[in-house]
């Protein structure tokens, strides 16, 4: 608080001739707020939740309106209390931009992998595989020795097979 009062100030001595107030000030403590606790609720007429993060977000735009269409001195006093945020959350920002990216990144390996995984169950008569007919349920034969997988179709009607035959 104490540096947005000083940059406030310090904004008020460079535009003398222009009523500065702490409303921005105001609002970075309150963005300060919502950056940290993006999930908080509030209730609207003390009936509509309304999550924090877009009441924060309309401030943002509110800003960002307010420094296109306002005059020197608002724009300054804009930039003090977001300099204000900034000055604090930027190390924040940044780590989750990084770990945003990080995770995009992760993410997109995973789906690589799987588009390139191989089949998990196989029919030992046919062949089929549950990435050729996603739709097919395979069943392992309790009667054959090891792990010997068979689609729906040959369950019923295949030869059992014996420790030393199962095929790798």
């Known amino acids: 608080m104490l540096i947005g009062f000083l940059t406030t100030v310090g904004v008020a001595f460079l535009v003398p001739d222009h ?3 702490n409303a ?4 970075s403590v309150f963005l300060a707020f919502a950056f940290l606790n993006p999930d908080f609720e509030l209730y609207l007429f003390f009936l509509l939740p309304i999550r924090i993060k877009w009441l924060a977000l309309l401030t943002w735009i509110s800003y960002g309106v307010m420094a296109v269409t306002g005059d020197v001195s608002t724009r300054l006093v804009i930039l003090a209390s977001i300099c204000n945020f900034v000055l604090f959350f930027a190390a924040d920002i940044g780590y989750k931009i990084r770990g945003a990216r990080r995770r995009m ?3 997109a390996q995973l789906i690589a992998t799987a588009s390139e995984k191989e089949f998990y169950h196989c029919c030992l008569v046919c062949g089929i595989t549950d990435q050729t007919h996603p739709q097919m349920d395979f069943r392992y034969c309790s009667k054959c ?3 010997c997988g068979y689609c729906m179709d040959h369950l ?5 097979v014996s420790k030393t035959e199962v095929p790798s």
């Open 19 to 21: 009523a500065v107030s």
């Open 24 to 27: 921005f000030l105001q609002g």
């Open 105 to 107: 990144a992760y993410q």
């Open 145 to 147: 020795e090891g792990a």
């Open 156 to 160: 019923h009607d295949h030869t059992h």
